[in-house]
Each structure stands twice: as C-alpha cells, then as structure tokens.
C-alpha cells in the first residue's frame, strides 16, 4: 500500500515541475467581441482621424503630423516595456494613450474611462495578427529598483555613454547633432531626428528615470534607436548622465532683461560677452497661420540674452540645430509654393537650397499702450524692424515689414556674428541704442520682441519658420553709484549744519541768559 | 525493484510532458540528439540537385565606391564597393539567394542547431546575402571597435534591433516565420546593408564567386525554384528532378532577361 503511495506522490511532483514552459505560453488575451465592438467606436470617434479607419496611420491629418501617425498594421510599436522583437504589452499601449507623446501630435486621452482604454487596446490589437499568432505572449523586462540620483553616478555615467557611443546619433553634449543624426530614417523610410537630451521634457516615452531606463533598454522600434545590453552596474549610471543633462520642465521666460554693461561691446567675443547665467529661454512654433506654412519646425526653443553699453545694445541668440546648414541662401521674404500634402512630403528631404537663419523683429515705433504690431512681420499701421542674419553669410541684414508679403530692405544699421559649435548655433546681432527715426533702446523701457529661425535642413525660407509670439525686452537701468554713499554725504552735511545752528543758538542764548538767570537767583 | 520500475516510469513520463508541453526554441539536451537522428533518417531518400548558374545580360553598372566615414575607412586599406549589385569576373551574378519557393507539400525539417554567423566587420555585413530556417539561432557579432546597431526590417516576422557597441559583443536572435528576404540595416552607417532568406526547410542556396549555387539533397519531385537579387528582383522557374537526379537551371538577369 505504502509504495504505490509514493510512487504517485513522485509522479505528482514531476507533473507539478515541467509546466513552466507551458505557462508560458499561455493564450494571448485578445478581449471579447462585445470588447473590440465598444473599442471600435472609441477608435473612429477619437483615433481614426490620424490613425485611419484601418489602423494604417493614413488618417486625413497625417500629411501635418512629424512623427507620422503610428500604422497599427505594421504591429511595430515604438514605446514598449518588452525586448527588441516583440510587441508591446496591452499595459504598454495603455500607457501611450493615457499619456500621449508631447511634442508629436498625439495628445493625452485622460478622460477616458480604464474599461475604455482597455476595450480600446482590444480593437488596435485586431490591426494586425502579430497579436493573435506565436508573438502574441509578450513579458515585460524586469527593471530592477533604481538606487537614489548622485553626481557621482552621473559622472560615471558619462564613461558609459561615451563607451557605448551614444553620441554616434546623440552628440558628444547629447543635443541631437550625432555623425550619424542627418542621415536617420525610421522604419516608413520618414527622416527622423535622435532625441535631445538636453530636453527631457520632449522625451515621448517619459521623463522619469525608470522611463530612461526603460528607453535604452528595450529600443525604440520602428525607429534607429536599437535596445542596449548595458552592465547591470551600469545601466543606472547611464540614466542618471542622461538624467543630469536637463530638467522635467522647461523654464521658459517671460521676457529677456538687457543688462548694463561698462565696457564698449565688442562682437567679436561672441558668447563669452553674455556671461554664463542661463538666458531666457522662449519656445518655438511653426508658421501655421499664412501661407508657407511649417508643420513640423526644426528648432523647438531660444535661448536670449541681452546687453547694453552707452551706445549699443547687443542681442544673444542661441539654440540647438542637429546639423548647422551654411550654403544656400535665406531670406524672411522668400517664397514658399502653396501648400499641398505632396508639397509638404517632398519638402522633408534636405534640398541643400536653404541655408539656416534667424531674426528678430521690434516694433519700428514704440507702441502706444498695449497694442503691438501684427506678430507675422507686422501690419501696414504698424511695421516691425526685422534683424536678419542668413547664416551662410555670417553678416546680418535689415529689413522693415509691414505684413509678410511686404517686406523690404530698409536702412537700420545692425550687425551680426555667428558660430556653430557643439550642436549649437549662437546668433549675436548688435545695433545703436539710438536712431533719430527708427526705435531708440532707452533705460527702464519695454520693447515688444519676438523671434523667427529657419532651419535649413528642413528647407525652411520665408513663411516657413519657427515663430515666437511677442515678449518684452526690458532695458534696466544702467547701475547708477549706490544711494547710500550720497545720503550719507547730504545726511552729514544736515547734521553739521543743524549742529552749528544749534551750537550758534546755544552759545547766544548762553550769553544773554545767564546773567540774567544770575540776576534772578 | 518494482519501486524502482515506477520511478524509472515518472521519470520517462515526466520527460516525455515536459517535451510535449516546450514550445520549441528553448531546445534541451535530450531533444538534440533526435534531432540530429531525424535529419539523417531523412536524408536517406533526398538525393536530387538543382545548379546552376546565374548569367547576367546588358551592360554591369560600374561599382561604386562606399561613402563611409573617417572611423570606418581607418579599419580596412582597401577600398570598399557598393554591394547592390556585385558582378563576378566571369561575367556572372553573385549573391542571388535562390531557393525552393513551392513543391515540398507538408514535410516538416528539422531546425538545425547549428547557428548562422553573421558578422559586422570593416563596417560592412558579411554575409551580404544569406539564408537561415526558421527557428535557427542568428548569431550577429560584432568584429569592429566601434557602434553598429543591427536592425533587421522583417514584414512578417518581428523587426528587431540591437546597438552593440563593443568589439567582440554578441547577440543571438531568430525567425519564427518563412520571408524572404528580411531587410537588415545599420542606423549608424547607412551604406550598410544585407539580405536574409527565411525559410522552414533548408532548400536554399546563394550565387558565389563564380556565379553558381546548389541546392542539395533535396526529395525527387517538382518544384518552383525562385531567384532573388536585391536590384534586379525576382525569376522563377519549375523543375523537375529524380532520384539522384542533378538538374541545372540557370537564370539569367539584366536588361533583356526573359
């Protein structure tokens, strides 16, 4: 009786210990019927437009979209938790939906329900058969716990971003400006640009360091960015370098404040003119209201700066540019063809005709009250003065403008410098702080300013641009000689008169007085 | 002795599940060997060959010279040519992948166990064309000291794609579906590129220097042979073979092919 017993208990033991591939390989969970019904109509209210009514990402939207919309029917999905090769978890495609992808056309669908996002990803899993075939069970990577962000390990972490040549497509400062960068395509043969590290709040798989992690590891399908078997001991530090090179948000400014200073301004010493505090730094838009339109601008932000001597104003710009473009020509009055969706597919491909370039506009009078001319170079009441410099000629231009199809040279004396280095462009243009007709930089003053760059590789000229709304630019008073040295001189002089006054009616009264008072004891 | 019948039962039992239950690429120990046993049980009645060579008609472009960088330029002293299109001295066509398009009905062939070597070295992809079985292990190394990614483009399979940035770095990765061919790519030299025949049998072969291939030890019967080249598309042609039988089919590409 006792041997068949154990006999059974051995047998037992072996049937409990081989299904451990057989969990594996469990059925993929692709929702019910009433499910991906419900989630179809979520998708062709919400999704189709970009998306397409078949999931092919040619929705009618898709010719002003860069990235383009994702194609469901490719199964490639750039943002997943699992390894190089297999499709994303449903967690996955929730997360992309719920948090959307800034700087793309893909918002955040916050307001939808957990059971519609979910009866969503049900209806986009039926895009495509990888889903329901042998790739159809996927496991998330395991990414262990991050220990605290130190220096050190950032420190560390630059080594192994240089080890494994992350700048290839990076850059050495991690800008975006990588040999390799120019030339990326992504899986549709798109031209793509590697991320700037430096902005990572424009990273579209998250900000947070478990996110970055996550980035490296798994790779970026449908992208070139491949999936890194990094050292376990260094996979933190490399986050953490990555991590250090930028903030969660942008601090973009206000206004730009021009600051004093005592020497004559000398354009030739660039950048370093400016000091190394951090400038202001303005977001960047494409032109989409006129004609010329630029849906998917190459520059994103500009860093300003501003100084002033007795005589002259000087204006820093300065942003980052994957490849700095310096043939071609530019001009803000060039003419764009008329937008049309093939128009817009051929213009992706860099022509080499354009080169990059950047200009400021001012009001060409100091406008009264609030109103301020017509941001898009100005209105025929209101002409702007526009600072231009094409930085194929290292030179700045002068132009008046009054609305964008009327633009012309005019007469305003300003001069530019310019460099290339490191990923990054720096624009110093320099003008006299007065002119008997045009605007005049008086202290303590707010002048409107905005912004305007083109970036050659993305054959940007005239209307086709990066656009600013209006700032201020502020001129503070140049630092007079402290107040307490004068006050304390005048606050002497009082005293020493009052004390002399006092001294003066004293010794007169003494004499008067005391023999009287003498008189009266 | 009969507690030890029993376990000995659990044992083979327990085996046989655990056999039956793996979904296959994780092949243990035990299933190597049947395996191997399988192929050459099989290959007992596979004795037919198709050759042949493949002929090239019209005018062969010149070959470029690749663009590449400073780094990769400093790893080799001659000069490297574009691949799209690699004519022999003879006149005939090399790395045409040709295989056996239709004709095998529902044999099934065993994975080989054996992995394909593919290497990343001078920054250039060698092989430049080659075919694997689904389920075969791709072994990609790496032979250069700097970054390449390795990125493959399936349409049918997943795509995958891996940086290895170190000399010496190994990844190892496979097919599970029949394609061909399988785009392969590197992001951070684009001038690099390479073909991959997926197939579920191992009827495939690739012109050479000389301009010929051979597909051998196949079962006697009629088949579609297809032959692809990455700039000039594809032919196919039907052949008949027996019993230790060779039969030669040669292609011809270019111009004014037929």
Redesign the interface.
């Known amino acids: 009786m006792r041997k068949p017993r154990s006999i059974g208990i051995i047998v037992g033991l072996f049937l409990i210990s081989i299904p451990s591939q057989r969990l594996l390989s469990q059925e993929p969970d692709l929702g019910t019927e009433a499910q991906r019904e419900a989630g179809k109509k979520i998708y062709l209210e919400k999704c189709s437009q970009c998306h397409g009514e078949h999931g092919d990402g040619s929705g009618e939207a898709k010719a002003f979209l860069r990235p383009a919309p994702r194609n469901f029917t490719s199964g490639i999905f750039k943002f997943r938790s699992t390894a190089s090769g297999e499709l994303p978890t449903d967690a996955d495609l929730k997360r992309s939906i719920r948090e959307g992808m800034p700087y793309t056309g893909m918002p955040a669908w916050r307001d939808l329900t957990n059971e519609e996002v979910a009866n969503l990803v049900y209806f986009i899993k039926t895009f495509n058969d990888y889903f329901s075939g042998p790739y159809g069970v996927v496991e998330p990577i395991k990414i262990p716990d991050p220990p605290s962000f130190s220096d050190e390990s950032a420190k560390r972490g630059r080594q192994v971003f240089l080890d494994n040549q992350c700048f290839d497509c990076h850059g050495n400062l991690g800008r975006g400006n990588g040999k390799s960068a120019p030339t990326l395509k992504d899986q549709w043969g798109y031209p793509i640009r590697p991320a700037d590290l430096t902005k990572r709040w424009t990273f579209r798989n998250g900000i947070s360091r478990r996110d970055i992690y996550r980035t490296f590891t798994t790779g970026l399908d449908g992208s070139p960015m491949p999936s890194y078997s990094i050292e376990p001991e260094n996979q933190w530090a490399l986050v953490d370098y990555v991590y250090s090179l930028s903030r969660d948000e942008p601090n973009y400014a206000t206004m730009v404040v021009a600051q004093a200073v005592q020497e004559e301004i000398d354009l030739s010493k660039g950048r370093s003119l400016f000091g190394d505090e951090e400038g202001s730094l303005v977001p960047v838009v494409g032109q989409v209201i006129e004609p010329g339109r630029a849906f998917h601008p190459g520059v994103n932000a500009i860093e300003v700066k501003a100084i002033y001597d007795a005589d002259e104003i000087a204006v820093m710009l300065s942003w980052h540019d994957m490849t700095a473009e310096k043939t071609g020509e530019n001009s803000p009055a060039l003419a764009v063809p008329k937008f049309s969706p093939e128009m817009l597919a051929k213009d992706t491909v860099y022509s080499g005709q354009y080169s990059d370039a950047v200009a400021i506009q001012l009001p060409s009078k100091i406008p009264q009250g609030q109103k301020k001319p017509y941001f898009l170079f100005g209105d025929k009441s209101n002409p702007v003065d526009i600072w231009f410099a094409d930085l194929a000629k290292n030179k700045a231009e002068f132009f008046v403008g009054k609305g964008s199809e009327n633009i012309h040279s005019g007469n305003g004396d300003v001069s530019a410098i310019s460099q290339y280095e490191e990923g990054q462009w720096t624009v110093v243009f320099k003008a006299a702080r007065t002119s008997e007709e045009g605007l005049s930089f008086v202290e303590d003053q707010f002048i409107p300013i905005n912004f305007s760059v083109w970036d050659g590789f993305n054959n940007e000229r005239g209307n086709k641009r990066g656009i600013t709304s209006w700032y201020y630019l502020y001129i503070e008073p140049m630092e007079t000689e402290s107040a307490v040295i004068p006050m304390a001189k005048y606050g002497t002089i009082v005293l020493l008169i009052e004390l002399v006054l006092i001294a003066y009616i004293r010794k007169k009264y003494r004499k008067e007085e005391i023999p009287a008072a003498t008189g009266k004891t | 002795m009969?507690?030890f019948i029993?376990?000995l039962s659990?044992?083979m039992?327990?085996s046989l599940?655990?056999c039956g239950?793996?979904?296959g690429e994780?092949s243990s120990a035990e299933m190597k060997k049947p395996a191997a046993q399988e192929s050459m049980a099989m290959s007992a009645d596979m004795t037919a060959t198709i050759t042949g060579t493949i002929h090239f008609n019209g005018q062969a472009p010149q070959p470029r010279p690749l663009n590449q960088?400073r780094e990769c330029l400093a790893l080799h002293e001659d000069q490297f040519f574009n691949e799209d299109v690699v004519m022999n001295a003879n006149g005939t066509l090399k790395n045409v992948f040709v295989y056996v398009k239709s004709g095998l009905g529902d044999r099934k062939f065993p994975t080989p166990l054996e992995p394909v070597e593919f290497d990343q070295h001078g920054c250039k992809y060698t092989p430049h064309v080659f075919g694997i079985q689904t389920g075969q292990t791709l072994k990609i190394l790496n032979s250069d000291p700097?970054?390449h990614?390795?990125?493959a483009?399936p349409k049918t399979n997943?795509?995958?794609?891996?940086?290895m940035?170190?000399q010496g770095d190994v990844?190892e990765?496979s097919f599970?579906?029949p394609e061909v061919m399988v785009r392969i790519k590197c992001?951070?030299?684009?001038w690099m590129g390479a073909y991959c025949g997926v197939l579920d049998h191992p009827y495939f072969s690739v012109s050479d220097d000389d301009g010929t291939f051979s597909i051998e030890n196949l079962p006697p019967g009629e088949y579609v042979i297809e032959a692809w080249h990455e700039t000039y598309g594809t032919m196919t042609q039907t052949i008949s073979v027996g019993d230790k039988e060779t039969k030669v089919a040669d292609f011809t590409f270019g111009k004014s092919a037929s």
């Open positions: 009969k507690y029993g376990v659990a044992l039992m327990g599940i655990g239950g793996g979904g994780q960088d700097l970054l990614n390795i990125h483009l997943r795509p995958f794609n891996f940086g940035p170190k990844r990765q599970k579906v992001d951070v030299h684009p």
